[in-house]
């Protein structure tokens, strides 16, 4: 079956360019011009991935975002939002898979949009079961700690399943690879730990003081459980 995606871009002559080559590549393609669209058509569709544009006449690209991470769906986030530094890390802080910026090579893009077909085509390495305390449901991204239900983002899901089957530390460049592949150097490093903060805030939110994510200068860190 073809990758269903999700535009959400304002910007006729943009939304045009994307959806020609996107098409010639053998996606299938749906889109929306505001956010409020986005949503609904989101819930209709059930994209694969959704690309978010900084053009939506009613909301942000990161309030946007950040509502499509936190739904019960497995699409991954792409979006943009400015070129500087903070920009990326806002937007992947609001649940985003991969930034691109505004004006980008096409070809650049498809080859982006490649990689992302390929870790969703990986995804269900994260359905089979674990121990009896802890459960991985990879279609809703929620972990079950015991009888206490989290609900994490695409991201968060990944980097808590890495560090659980690691049983080791794990450095933050270690982990950027295994989210975003080795050669992929425009994501930060820096934004593992702003994953890792909002995972530690949502555990204690919900309760779970038996499972810790252990942290060690130099070296990286490590997922610690009763």
Known sequence: ?????????????????MTLFLRKSGYQIEHAHTGKDAQHVCE????????????????????????????SSRAHVLMSDGAS????????????????????????????????????????????????????DSFNNNVLFQNTMVHLTQTEFKILFH??????????????????????????TRTISVHIA????????AGVSWAAIESKYNTGYRFISE
């Open 1 to 17: 079956m073809p990758l269903k995606i999700l535009i959400a871009e304002n910007e006729p002559n943009l939304l045009e360019l």
């Open 44 to 71: 209709c569709y059930k994209p694969h991935l959704i690309i978010i544009g900084n053009t939506l006449p009613d909301m942000s690209a990161l309030a946007l975002c950040e509502k499509m991470s936190r739904r």
């Open 85 to 136: 530094k903070e920009a990326v890390i806002q937007a992947f802080k609001h649940g985003a898979d991969d930034y691109f910026v505004k004006p980008f090579d096409l070809d650049v893009f498809l080859v982006r949009i490649g990689a992302l077909a390929r870790r969703l085509s990986h995804q269900n390495i994260y359905t089979e079961p674990t121990s009896k305390n802890i459960r991985f």
């Open 163 to 188: 560090l659980y089957q690691s049983k080791k530390y794990i450095s933050a460049e270690e982990l950027t690879g295994e989210l975003y592949g080795n050669k992929d150097l425009s994501v930060p």
């Open 198 to 205: 909002k995972l530690r805030k949502k555990m204690k939110s």
